[in-house]
């Protein structure tokens, strides 16, 4: 394997990746309730591993690219209702992907995708990467890796059409990426309604909605056909369409 992660690459070998015009990839994610079954830190562990896997599949292709410590803290409010949750407020959440921004331009870099894997990043997310470009000069791409590879996820799933949150898809990435998180007694719990959002709601209407008012379980899909083959297939696929996408120059042009 390649190594790509910035925190286990010295100074040296950074600012030599950066002259060779290096892909940074910043993972970001949260720290946030996933029902009764999974640990809080699912975002982040699988906002690291799809970063990871997709940098590993573009060094097989012959791209430098870094990655970044995953960016933990997010936009939870949504989630705060039920405990064991940190959220940060917008202008706190911009302002640390602006100073990693800044640092990553301050040492010669060119570019940088703000890899999400939290829904309530999204939004925010999009916004900074108009900032970030207009404020630093880099090339800045960022999007929720489901929202990106949707057609590469509904195919391996049973009950649910898409990702949603401590479902199937979460839940099964999680079997195959850790080791511990999920607790098995309580996977016949683990199912809510198939949307965040009521049918009356179209998705150009925005509303604020504390979880707990949609789903008293914490999660949204059902968990209960999750499995470690399932996540594997995932994973693949996710980072094979991520690396397919970032790795084409046409892109950054």
């Given at each position: 394997?390649?190594?790509?992660?910035?925190?286990?690459?010295?100074?040296?070998?950074?600012?030599?990746?950066?002259?060779?015009?290096?892909?940074?990839?910043?993972?970001?994610a949260?720290?946030?309730?996933?029902?009764?079954?999974?640990?809080?830190?699912?975002?982040?562990?699988?906002?690291?591993?799809?970063?990871?896997?997709?940098?590993?599949?573009l060094?097989?292709?012959?791209?430098?690219?870094?990655?970044?410590?995953?960016?933990?803290?997010?936009?939870?409010?949504?989630?705060?209702?039920?405990?064991?949750?940190?959220?940060l407020?917008?202008?706190?959440?911009?302002?640390?992907?602006?100073?990693?921004?800044?640092?990553?331009?301050?040492?010669?870099?060119?570019?940088?995708?703000?890899?999400?894997?939290?829904?309530g990043?999204?939004?925010?997310?999009?916004?900074?990467?108009?900032?970030?470009?207009?404020?630093?000069?880099?090339?800045?791409?960022?999007?929720?890796?489901?929202?990106?590879?949707?057609e590469?996820?509904?195919?391996?799933?049973?009950d649910?059409?898409g990702?949603?949150?401590?479902?199937?898809?979460?839940?099964?990435?999680?079997?195959?990426?850790?080791?511990?998180?999920?607790?098995?007694?309580?996977?016949?719990?683990?199912?809510?309604?198939?949307?965040?959002?009521?049918?009356i709601?179209?998705?150009?209407?925005?509303?604020?909605?504390?979880?707990?008012?949609?789903?008293?379980?914490?999660?949204?899909?059902?968990?209960?056909?999750?499995?470690?083959?399932?996540?594997?297939?995932?994973?693949?696929?996710?980072?094979?369409?991520?690396?397919?996408?970032?790795?084409?120059?046409?892109?950054?042009?």
């Open positions: 394997m390649t190594e790509t992660a910035w925190m286990r690459l010295t100074a040296p070998e950074l600012r030599e990746a950066a002259l060779a015009d290096a892909l940074v990839i910043l993972p970001v949260s720290i946030e309730q996933h029902g009764p079954h999974l640990a809080t830190g699912t975002d982040t562990f699988l906002g690291g591993a799809v970063a990871e896997a997709t940098a590993q599949k060094a097989a292709a012959g791209e430098r690219v870094v990655v970044l410590p995953v960016m933990w803290h997010g936009l939870a409010e949504h989630h705060m209702a039920f405990g064991g949750t940190i959220t407020d917008q202008p706190t959440f911009l302002a640390v992907l602006k100073g990693i921004a800044r640092s990553v331009a301050r040492h010669g870099f060119k570019r940088l995708m703000l890899l999400n894997a939290h829904g990043n999204t939004d925010a997310i999009a916004v900074a990467v108009t900032e970030i470009g207009v404020e630093t000069g880099l090339k800045v791409a960022g999007g929720t890796y489901w929202y990106i590879a949707p590469v996820i509904g195919p391996i799933l049973e649910q059409e990702l949603n949150h401590a479902c199937e898809a979460e839940t099964s990435m999680m079997l195959h990426v850790t080791t511990g998180t999920m607790r098995e007694a309580e996977l016949p719990n683990a199912h809510g309604p198939k949307t965040s959002r009521p049918a709601q179209p998705k150009g209407l925005a509303m604020q909605r504390s979880f707990r008012a949609i789903t008293p379980s914490g999660v949204i899909g059902d968990a209960r056909r999750a499995s470690a083959e399932k996540g594997e297939k995932l994973l693949a696929a996710i980072s094979t369409r991520l690396a397919d996408i970032l790795g084409d120059r046409a892109l950054w042009s």
